[in-house]
């Protein structure tokens, strides 16, 4: 099982960026997807998540009113759209599948699969 962000880099403050996640070796329709972030020095982030059909997303207070979260379950991917970049949002995002049903408190042992993380940068 593997998932990988990516789509990350270099942006300035004010900018969009969208980040994908792929999914091999599950089928993620059958998954929950969260995305987290961590800062340097600083506690993993909830960011939000998605349900496995897609119909509803839980967001966490890290962008909140900033991101969307979307899926496509034939592609096996999920997107976190970012906008209205702040410095403060330089992170490594991390995006994470659940085969459970809490996985909307944003609780990082809900989540059972991890990928590497595609890592954010926002200058001023």
């Known amino acids: 099982v593997q998932l990988q962000a990516f789509g990350g880099g270099l942006v300035q403050a004010g900018d969009s960026l969208r980040l994908s996640c792929t999914a091999s070796g599950i089928s993620s329709n059958n998954y929950a997807i969260g995305w987290f972030r961590q800062a340097p020095g600083k506690e993993r982030e909830f960011v939000g998540a998605?349900?496995?059909?897609?119909?509803?997303?839980f967001y966490g207070d890290a962008l909140k009113g900033r991101c969307s979260i979307s899926r496509d379950n034939a592609e096996n991917t999920v997107y976190l759209q970012m906008n209205n970049l702040e410095p403060e949002d330089t992170a490594v995002y991390y995006c994470?599948?659940?085969?459970?049903?809490?996985?909307?408190?944003?609780?990082?042992?809900?989540?059972?699969?991890w990928g590497q993380g595609t890592e954010v940068t926002v200058s001023s």
């Open positions: 994470a599948a659940a085969s459970g049903y809490k996985y909307y408190n944003g609780r990082a042992h809900e989540y059972d699969y």
């Open positions: 998605i349900t496995r059909s897609g119909n509803n997303q």
